[in-house]
T-cell receptor, first 116, second 115 residues
Framework: GAVVSQHPSWVICKSGTSVKIECRSLDFQATTMFWYRQFPKQSLMLMATSNEGSKATYEQGVEKDKFLINHASLTLSTLTVTSAHPEDSSFYIC????????????FGPGTRLTVL | AQSVTQLDSHVSVSEGTPVLLRCNYS??????LFWYVQHPNKGLQLLLKYTSAATLVKGINGFEAEFKKSETSFHLTKPSAHMSDAAEYFC?????????????FGSGTRLSIRP
């Protein structure tokens, strides 16, 4: 159990377009999901915490108007990269918490975004 | 405040020899500590976790880690390395039940295995 999926697994888009990435908890309900980005050969950087039914909490330095997060249900959070630019190219990973008693996150497989 | 430091950016060992990946942390609250492994272009897989139970934690694929509060360490070990262990390893500290809830990733250690 505790499987998290992401869609798409990779996407290539033109500069100026918007891209939506979905994160789903397949077999559990997730009141809290997290979005990370990872540059090549670097660690994961937490972008925002997504709470079901409320506004996301963004980390310092992350533009909330650039990276729109919607957590509309207990099994789905979406990240929309608006007006994408080449510097937004990265590996985006989501995670979800199943049981808050254990602080454990379950990670999705990631989405590779390339902006031309 | 919380932080996590992985002391080695790259570790290289021969197949069949022991593995040691070092992690030190600081936390103002009772932390939960995790080790994750990431293979190239893949998501993260949990190896093991410490959540204030037994200080010696056994994980998957023969890995284990020992929580040492006096040394603020949570080093990852494996008695005998296998070629398939070559990957990036991340030490993570989290404390989601404080007013300063944070999830902090270490910078990662790349493990290479020599034949």
């Amino acid at each position: 159990g505790a499987v998290v999926s992401q869609h798409p697994s990779w996407v290539i888009c033109k500069s100026g377009t918007s891209v939506k990435i979905e994160c789903r908890s397949l077999d559990f309900q997730a009141t809290t999901m997290f979005w990370y980005r990872q540059f090549p050969k670097q660690s994961l950087m937490l972008m925002a915490t997504s709470n079901e039914g409320s506004k996301a909490t963004y980390e310092q330095g992350v533009e909330k108007d650039k990276f729109l997060i919607n957590h509309a249900s207990l099994t789905l959070s979406t990240l929309t990269v608006t007006s994408a630019h080449p510097e937004d190219s990265s590996f985006y990973i989501c995670s979800a918490i199943r049981d808050r008693d254990y602080n454990e996150q379950f990670f999705g497989p990631g989405t590779r975004l390339t902006v031309l | 405040a919380q932080s996590v430091t992985q002391l080695d950016s790259h570790v290289s060992v021969s197949e069949g020899t022991p593995v040691l990946l070092r992690c030190n942390y600081s936390s103002s609250y009772s932390p939960s500590l995790f080790w994750y492994v990431q293979h190239p272009n893949k998501g993260l897989q949990l190896l093991l976790k410490y959540t204030s139970a037994a200080t010696l934690v056994k994980g998957i694929n023969g890995f284990e880690a020992e929580f040492k509060k006096s040394e603020t360490s949570f080093h990852l070990t494996k008695p005998s390395a296998h070629m398939s262990d070559a990957a990036e390893y991340f030490c993570v500290v989290s404390s989601l039940y404080s007013s300063a809830s944070k999830i902090i990733f270490g910078s990662g250690t790349r493990l290479s295995i020599r034949p």
